[in-house]
């Protein structure tokens, strides 16, 4: 199983960026998919989940309304579109799939919000 991300860096505050997961080594579209982040200091937390078909999705209180995860089961890709960023925002976001009992992450993408 290999996740990879892309997409992070500087923007300001109000800015956007998409973030996209590439995933390979196991059958994408039967599993759910996930993005946390973790800021310095902090646990990692939960920003958003998309089902396997994609129809379903939940997110954090922290990003609801900002942010929207969608997934191409074609591609075998996972995105994150964040909008109207703060700096709150900034943390390392990190791709992640559980596959029975084993969960994989990816190396992450640093996301910096700040003037």
């Known amino acids: 199983v290999q996740l990879v991300e892309s997409g992070g860096g500087l923007v300001q505050p109000g800015g956007s960026l998409r973030l996209s997961c590439a995933a390979s080594?196991?059958?994408?579209?039967?599993?759910?998919m996930r993005w946390y982040r973790q800021a310095p200091g902090k646990e990692r937390e939960l920003v958003a989940h998309?089902?396997?078909?994609?129809?379903?999705?939940n997110y954090g209180d922290s990003v609801k309304g900002r942010f929207t995860i969608s997934r191409d089961n074609t591609k075998k890709m996972v995105y994150l579109q964040m909008d109207s960023l703060k700096p709150e925002d900034t943390a390392m976001y990190y791709c992640?799939?559980?596959?029975?009992?084993?969960?994989?992450w990816g190396q992450g993408t640093q996301v910096t919000v700040s003037s």
């Open positions: 080594g196991f059958i994408f579209n039967q599993y759910d």
């Open positions: 992640h799939v559980r596959i029975r009992a084993n969960e994989f």
């Open positions: 998309v089902i396997n078909n994609g129809y379903r999705r």
